[in-house]
């Protein structure tokens, strides 16, 4: 089994920082992908931030220039480091990672809430 774990939400003020982690644990192979997931109250879950086996990123329109996604190999974990926060990135993140286990595993944490204020 696979298991992700989110921690760094919180309550940030807009303008402000914060950093979340996302550390895997399990019978994990390889990570194909890893990534950041947002869902706002009465919202779709969207993508936030992906970064590739190899390295690779992609982010959403909403939050380029503003956040950065990475990894620790070594760790098993991925962070996002998110700057600038505006209200409107309020929201539950989820951690998501495609990894290679016994079999292909699509994992998902339980969620960190993340609270902008004006």
């Known amino acids: 089994q696979v298991q992700l774990v989110e921690s760094g939400g919180g309550l940030v003020q807009a303008g402000g920082s914060l950093r979340l982690s996302c550390a895997a644990s399990?019978?994990?192979?390889?990570?194909?992908?890893m990534g950041w997931y947002r869902q706002a109250p009465g919202k779709q879950r969207e993508l936030v931030a992906r970064i590739s086996s190899v390295g690779t990123t992609n982010y959403a329109d909403s939050v380029k220039g503003r956040f950065t996604i990475s990894r620790d190999i070594a760790k098993n974990t991925v962070y996002l480091q998110m700057n600038s926060l505006k209200p409107e990135d309020t929201a539950v993140y989820y951690c998501?990672?495609?990894?290679?286990?016994?079999?292909?595993?699509?994992?998902w944490g339980q969620g960190t809430l993340v609270t902008v204020s004006s």
């Open positions: 998501n990672a495609a990894v290679v286990s016994w079999n292909n595993v699509d994992a």
């Open positions: 399990g019978s994990i192979f390889s990570f194909n992908a």
